[in-house]
C-alpha cells in the first residue's frame, strides 16, 4: 500500500515537474502557440491527478491511451511532450503490465515518428534545409530511421527502468516476510530452547522433590521420622534446583566455557552419587561457546536417561574428533528397549533437537537386555 501511494506520488511530481518546465519555455518563447501549450498542459495537469491501478483494465487502458493520444498530437502540433510520453511509458508498466507496456509502445511507434517529422519539418525549412543529422523533409528516410533508433531506445529502457523498480519493490517485500519470518522461526527455538533447560537442569531434581515431598505425605501419621528423612531430602533437592538454576545461567554466560573439563566434572559427578561404574574418555578440541554449551546439554541429558531408565550397572562414554567431525558414543548395559515400538520421551527427544540444530546426526543400537549404544555425529 506505501509503495502504491508513493508510485502515485512519484508520477506526479515528475509530470508537474515536467510541465512546469514546459509553461516556463513557452511564456518566455514568442515562437509559441500560447494558448494550445496551456490548453494541452491543463488536460494533462489534471490527468496527473489521476492513477487508477485499483481500476478495471479498461479504465486503466482506456487512461494510458488518452495520455499517450495527446502527446503525439501535440508533437505533430509543434508542442514537444516527448518527456511526458515516456513517464506514460512507465505508468502503462504498472497499470497494466510488461507485454501490455512493450505493446503500447510497438504501437505508438509509427504515430510518434510520424507526428516528431511534422513537428521538425517547419524547423528544418525555417533553417538552411539541413540539420545536423540530415534529417531534413527531402531525406524521410533518414529521419524516420533515426528518429525510430532514438525512440526505441529510450522507450526500452524506461520499460526496463520499470521493471527493475517493480523487482526491487517485490524483493523488499520478500525480505520483510522472510524477515517475519525469522522473528517468527526465532521465537519458536528460543522457547524450544528454555524447555530444553527447564528440562535438563530442573526437570528430573523437581521429579524427585516431588516423589520425596509425596513420601512424607504419606508417613506422616505413623512414621514421622521417615517422613522428616524425606523432608530433609526434599530441603536438599530444592536447594539443588536452585543450584542447577544458577549454574545453568553461568554456562550460558560464559564465554571461557571448557568443555572438556564441564564433560569430565559431569562424569566424576554421576560416578560419586551414583552406583553405576563411569568410564570414559575425553578429548575435544575448542569449539564455539554455542556449540560446547549444546554438546554439553546432550551428554548431559543421555547420562540421566542411563540413570533413570537403563537400571545399568555401567557406563562407558567416548568423546573424540577425526576427520569428518566429532564423536560422541554413550554405552550402557542395561535392559534396553524395542526399537520397533519406541516412541522417544522428552529428554530423548530434547537430545535429537540439539543433534539436529548442531547439523549432526543420532544413532540408537539397542534390544531387550542389550544395553543401548548412541552413537552421535557432528560436524566440525
Known amino acids: 500500500m506505501f509503495f502504491l501511494r508513493s508510485l502515485r506520488q512519484n508520477f506526479r511530481s515528475l509530470e508537474w515537474i515536467f510541465l512546469s518546465a514546459y509553461l516556463g519555455m513557452s511564456l518566455s518563447a514568442s515562437s509559441y502557440n500560447l494558448p494550445l ?101 527531402n531525406n524521410p528516410v533518414r529521419f524516420v530511421f533515426f528518429a525510430l533508433a532514438i525512440y526505441t531506445a529510450v522507450s526500452f529502457f524506461t520499460i526496463m527502468l520499470s521493471e527493475m523498480i517493480v523487482t526491487q519493490q517485490k524483493n523488499y517485500q520478500k525480505i520483510e516476510e522472510l524477515s517475519g519470518q525469522v522473528e517468527s522461526l526465532a521465537a519458536t527455538l528460543e522457547r524450544t530452547r528454555i524447555a530444553r533447560e527447564i528440562h535438563d537442569s530442573l526437570g528430573h531434581t523437581l521429579t524427585d522433590l516431588d516423589t520425596q515431598l509425596a513420601v512424607a505425605q504419606t508417613l506422616r501419621s505413623h512414621n514421622p521420622d521417615q517422613a522428616f528423612q524425606a523432608v530433609d531430602t526434599a530441603k536438599f533437592l530444592a536447594k539443588q534446583c536452585i543450584e542447577d538454576v544458577s549454574q545453568a545461567l553461568d554456562r550460558m554466560r560464559q564465554s571461557d566455557f571448557d568443555l572438556n573439563q564441564a564433560l569430565i566434572a559431569l562424569l566424576e559427578q554421576l560416578l560419586q552419587t551414583s552406583t553405576l561404574q563411569v568410564q570414559w574418555k575425553v578429548k575435544l578440541p575448542e569449539m564455539p561457546i554455542y556449540q560446547s554449551y549444546q554438546i554439553y546439554c546432550i551428554v548431559k541429558e543421555g547420562l540421566m536417561n542411563v540413570q533413570k531408565h537403563a537400571q545399568a550397572s555401567q557406563v562407558n562414554f567416548f568423546a573424540y574428533q577425526t576427520t569428518t567431525g566429532i564423536i560422541l558414543e554413550l554405552k550402557d548395559n542395561g535392559i534396553g528397549f524395542d526399537r520397533t515400538a519406541f516412541h522417544p520421551s522428552f529428554g530423548l527427544q530434547g537430545m ?18 542389550q544395553g543401548t549404544q548412541i552413537y552421535i555425529t557432528l560436524p566440525l
Not at 543433534?355 to 537386555?369: P, R, Y
Open 352 to 369: 535429537i533437537e540439539r543433534v539436529q540444530l548442531l547439523g549432526g546426526q543420532l544413532d540408537i543400537e539397542t534390544a531387550h537386555t
Open 37 to 137: 501549450v496551456l490548453g494541452l498542459c491543463g488536460v494533462l495537469f489534471l490527468m496527473s491527478w489521476v492513477f487508477p491501478i485499483n481500476r478495471p483494465r479498461w479504465q486503466r487502458l482506456s487512461y494510458i491511451v488518452l495520455g499517450l493520444l495527446i502527446i503525439v498530437w501535440a508533437r505533430s502540433l509543434d508542442v514537444d511532450l516527448g518527456i511526458l510520453q515516456l513517464i506514460y511509458f512507465g505508468k502503462s508498466y504498472f497499470l497494466l503490465g510488461h507485454r501490455s507496456a512493450i505493446v503500447l509502445v510497438i504501437i505508438t511507434a509509427i504515430p510518434t515518428v510520424f507526428s516528431e517529422y511534422l513537428g521538425n519539418m517547419s524547423l528544418v525549412q525555417q533553417s538552411t534545409g539541413v540539420d545536423p543529422l540530415g534529417l531534413n523533409p
